[in-house]
Every structure is written in C-alpha cells, then in structure tokens.
C-alpha cells in the first residue's frame, strides 16, 4: 500500500491532501449530477439477452420522455443514464419491471460507493395483507405484521384503522432480499382462535415452492434432496401446505 502511494504521480500530489496513507480529492458538481441520474440493473433471474434487448426493454418499459444512455458494469449488470432525473425517480418509483419472465433489478447508483462489482439482490414489489383483522388494521399494526417480509417503505397510500385499504386487503410497499426465503403466511393472536393470516405478492416471478426463493422453479431447486423422486416431493410439499397453507402468488 505504501509503496503504491509513494509511486503515485506528481501530479496527483499536487491536487490531493494527503491524509496519512489516505488522499482526498476534490469532487466535481457535474460528476455528481451524472450521478444523480445514474441506475444499476440486473436481470434476475439471468437470461441472455445483448444490449439492443436492453434498449428495446428500456423504451417499451420504461417509455422515457428523453435519452437513456445503456452500459455495462463489471458484476454482469447493466448501467442506464437518463437524460432527465424525473424519468428515473419514475422507473425507481414503478415496477417491478420485466425483462421476458425475468425481472429488471434497479437501485439507484449511490454517491461515494464503489459498488458497481456488487451484485443487485433486492426488489421493491407491493404486497397484500390478507386476512388481518380488523381490530389491528392501522398503519403502526400493518407495518409490523409486514415487516417480516421485507423492508417496509414509504407508500403515498396510508392504512385507515379499522379499514382495509382496496377491497379486502391492505397493500403496502416493501423490499425484498432476494437471498431470503419469501415469507407467506402467520397465525395472528385473535380473541377466539388465531386468525390465518398471509400475504399475496404483486408481480412476483419464477418462486420456488421447496424452499421458497425466488428465482427458480421448485425441479430446479438445489436444496432438493438427492435421490428423491418428483413425487415425494410433490407430496412433501402438498403435507406442509396442509399444516400452513402458503399462497403467495
Ligand atoms: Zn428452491
């Protein structure tokens, strides 16, 4: 480390403060406004697709009111520069987008992070509370009950107490790992019996019903047992379905 600082260029001394074996230097406005308007994207799960698919799906899906520029990153994902910062606060705000059966995973390229060899894990997806009671409908309640499932963020729909919000269900936004298994359903302390209560997911793809992660069809599960067949599985999973009926979709 040392020896790659003492062999750093004259130039860059002049420009720099150096603090101990750490250089500051100064950031530029534009950089960061090119920044500001900057995506990262990674299809999930992966197809083959070349950058003229990646065009097509940013216009079809995105339908962006001015330019978008299209480029690589080095974890495999794709980088989109918008034109103007409204069209993308629009896609970061929408979704989740689709790419054929395959997700488009964005999240905004961050100011100071080196991040671009990380990988995208995560979606925003909207998701119903089905069968909450509703003695514990409002927002504090529905935030908790939700929060196993993932980050809970802000929505411009608030929970009125006592109501649901659309139809029977209330719906709230929130951000999936998609490194965790999908959580579906619980059983909610109630006056009498505890009351079944669980979650539909909005625009979900390919989850897998052994282990619950998405991005996969259960015959393609790796946590399946070796040897096992198809049928016994199948009836496995029809069993636990008996004992705490998962629907997610
Ligand atoms: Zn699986």
New binding site residues.
Partial sequence: MDRQIAELGEELAQHATQLGSVYELNIEPETLDVVARTLRGRIFPRIQVNEDNIKTFVWNAWNPTTGVEVDHDDSGGWVFIFDKEEDMQRVLNGGPWFIHLSWMLIAKWREGLVWEKIKLWHQNLWVQLINAPRSHIFEKNCKLLVSPVGRVLDSPYSVSPGKPSRGRAIRMRVELDLRKPLFCDFFLKNTEKPTWTRFAYDGLTKL??????VG?Q?K?????PPGVPHEEVIKEMENRSLEAPGECM
């Fill in positions: 897998c019903f052994y282990c619950g992660l996969h259960w393609k599960c790796k946590q399946l």
